[in-house]
């Protein structure tokens, strides 16, 4: 899953050598933190959210066949 993230992304920022995923895994969770450089944030939230919400809607559609729920923070 973080290399799926990694893949949408990258090609999305002026520096993807600053993209850092983190994966914190509970029980029945799996959180995923995407940090990217201050000036990339934008351009990963996007208009209204937008980009943020296509990036978590194609994760969550990768993960159904996991029985864990995906979660994704962008910080």
């Avoid at 208009?47 to 994704?72: D, F, P």
Wanted: no cysteine.
């Amino acid at each position: 899953m973080k290399d799926l993230i990694e893949t949408i992304v990258k090609p999305l920022v002026d520096y993807p050598d600053d993209v850092v995923i983190t994966e914190v895994e509970d029980n029945n969770h799996i959180s995923y933190k995407l940090s990217v450089h201050k000036e990339d944030v934008g351009k990963i939230i996007g208009k209204n959210g937008r980009v943020a919400k296509a990036i978590r809607t194609v994760i969550y559609a990768a993960a159904t066949k996991s029985e864990k729920r995906i979660q994704l923070d962008i910080q």
